[in-house]
């Protein structure tokens, strides 16, 4: 069984495509995994509506509500049902579902954000929360330290590097040190 992202990955997700797209109300995300997350999630101290849908008529259903400002996502046997909270969220709705682009169709992907649905890609959003052009080539294959860098985002987001690229410094064995000393901002252009 695949594993779906965590909320803290999600969370990030939608922060930097939040930042990027601040008028678009509806995020959808791709994973083949489920969501064991809650109805809600809480991105940059604010509350968003999440819904899981395995099926493009549960997307479809989630989009309507969101629309009419009911309070449900509908009927539908989804691996991990979330209804919409009634009130709780800030009008932002993150579509999760295992569903690619062509099987939700145009008429869905014109509603989200980007006309498109994101991909959780860890060292992506590393760079983007620190505002650096690049990741050292090296360090995509540890994607655990992605994983660990973003577990303790804090919740009002980092602060910009004073540089422009993540590096990675060997100073002994990869595996023994944690998952920040193993980071240093390299200063040179």
């Given at each position: 069984?695949?594993?779906?992202?965590?909320?803290?990955?999600?969370?990030?997700?939608?922060?930097?495509?939040?930042?990027?797209?601040?008028?678009?109300?509806?995020i959808?995300?791709?994973?083949?995994g489920?969501?064991?997350?809650?109805?809600?999630?809480?991105?940059?101290?604010?509350?968003?509506?999440?819904?899981?849908?395995?099926?493009?008529?549960?997307?479809?259903?989630?989009?309507?509500?969101?629309?009419?400002?009911?309070?449900?996502?509908?009927?539908?046997?989804?691996?991990?049902?979330?209804?919409?909270?009634?009130?709780?969220?800030?009008?932002?709705?993150?579509?999760?579902?295992?569903?690619?682009?062509?099987?939700?169709?145009?008429?869905?992907?014109?509603?989200?954000?980007?006309?498109?649905?994101y991909?959780i890609?860890?060292?992506?959003?590393?760079?983007?929360?620190?505002?650096?052009?690049?990741?050292?080539?090296?360090?995509?294959?540890?994607?655990?330290?992605?994983?660990?860098?973003?577990?303790?985002?804090?919740?009002?987001?980092?602060?910009?590097?004073?540089?422009a690229?993540w590096?990675?410094?060997?100073?002994?064995?990869?595996?023994?040190?944690?998952?920040?000393?193993?980071?240093?901002?390299?200063?040179?252009?």
């Amino acid at each position: 069984m695949i594993t779906g992202p965590t909320p803290a990955q999600v969370a990030a997700q939608v922060a930097m495509i939040h930042r990027q797209r601040p008028e678009d109300r509806i995020i959808g995300i791709h994973t083949p995994g489920g969501w064991l997350g809650g109805a809600t999630l809480q991105v940059n101290g604010e509350s968003c509506n999440v819904v899981y849908c395995s099926s493009g008529l549960q997307v479809r259903e989630a989009l309507v509500a969101l629309e009419e400002g009911r309070a449900r996502q509908g009927v539908g046997k989804a691996p991990h049902p979330n209804p919409l909270p009634g009130g709780e969220g800030t009008g932002l709705l993150i579509v999760i579902t295992p569903l690619d682009e062509a099987q939700l169709g145009l008429d869905v992907l014109a509603r989200l954000a980007g006309r498109q649905l994101y991909r959780i890609n860890h060292w992506q959003m590393v760079r983007d929360l620190f505002h650096a052009r690049e990741v050292d080539p090296r360090l995509p294959s540890q994607g655990w330290l992605a994983e660990a860098l973003l577990q303790y985002v804090p919740q009002g987001g980092t602060h910009r590097l004073p540089a422009a690229c993540w590096t990675q410094r060997r100073s002994g064995s990869t595996s023994s040190c944690n998952a920040l000393s193993c980071l240093t901002v390299d200063r040179t252009p």
